[in-house]
């Protein structure tokens, strides 16, 4: 079953606007943790911000920030003034629980954001 | 500081030959290794992870297969190739046991089965 949901699959955002990424999850556990990272036109993969389930503040790190709602299962992505190096596929990912040695990462299948001028 | 290194960065293959695919982390001792293959404007999916040497555990079996002979050196090989296999392999690593810390991904190997 499908365990993180990314139900935009494309985004068109205007330079310095600012854009959200919404991710959805399922758990049945109560200690998680939810990742974001970017993906460029090259390929690689860049991780960008870590939110666990109990942690009581939004995560931030700089023009990066968690909408995190537990309740509603969603750990949105907000953007805030975008650049044109921002373009790029952006997924959520989770690792359930937080306790598995393993580390493993479940990943959504992602966000294509395109800055305009 | 730590690096890691996947190699080659493209591969064309024709279908029924053999793989192998290799990534070498550098700067750490005893990581965890995974092996993700994403398809073509998809998500990645995982498919083989590591916590010590000669420790491989498969997500998705298939005609793949994973191997680690060394503590810091991760390699995936098919002896077969199908045309399904194509797409983009991604070798990552994990910094430490704790809950926050992330996979750190390598370039990855773009495979186009012909």
């Known amino acids: 079953a499908q365990k993180i949901t990314q139900t935009q699959p494309g985004m068109f955002v205007q330079e310095k606007e600012a854009v959200t990424l919404d991710c959805t999850y399922d758990?049945?556990?109560?200690?998680?943790?939810l990742f974001w990272y970017k993906q460029p036109s090259s390929g690689e993969m860049i991780f960008l911000i870590y939110?666990?389930?109990?942690?009581?503040q939004n995560a931030t790190e700089g023009r990066y920030s968690l909408n995190f709602q537990k309740a509603r299962k969603s750990a949105n992505l907000v953007i805030s003034a975008s650049q044109l190096g921002d373009s790029a596929m952006y997924f959520c990912?989770?690792?359930?629980?937080?306790?598995?040695?393993?580390?493993?990462?479940?990943f959504g299948a992602g966000t294509q954001v395109v800055v305009t001028p | 500081s730590q690096t890691i290194h996947q190699w080659p960065a493209t591969l064309v293959q024709p279908v029924g030959s053999p793989l192998s695919l290799e990534c070498t982390v550098e700067?750490?001792?005893?990581?965890?290794l995974y092996w993700y293959r994403q398809a073509a404007g998809r998500g990645l999916q995982l498919l083989f992870y590591?916590?010590?040497?000669?420790?491989i555990s498969s997500e998705v079996p298939q005609n793949l297969s994973a191997s680690r002979p060394q503590d810091r050196q991760f390699i995936l090989s098919s002896k077969k190739l199908l045309l399904s296999d194509s797409g983009f392999y991604l070798c990552?690593?994990?910094?430490?046991?704790?809950?926050?810390?992330?996979?750190?991904f390598g370039n990855g190997t773009r495979l186009t089965v012909t």
């Open positions: 939110q666990g389930s109990y942690d009581e």
């Open positions: 990552a690593w994990r910094a430490g046991r704790r809950a926050d810390s992330p996979l750190h």
């Open positions: 590591s916590v010590g040497i000669g420790q």
């Open positions: 700067g750490t001792s005893n990581p965890n």
């Open positions: 758990t049945s556990d109560q200690s998680y943790g």
């Open positions: 990912a989770m690792r359930e629980p937080t306790t598995d040695s393993w580390g493993k990462l479940q």
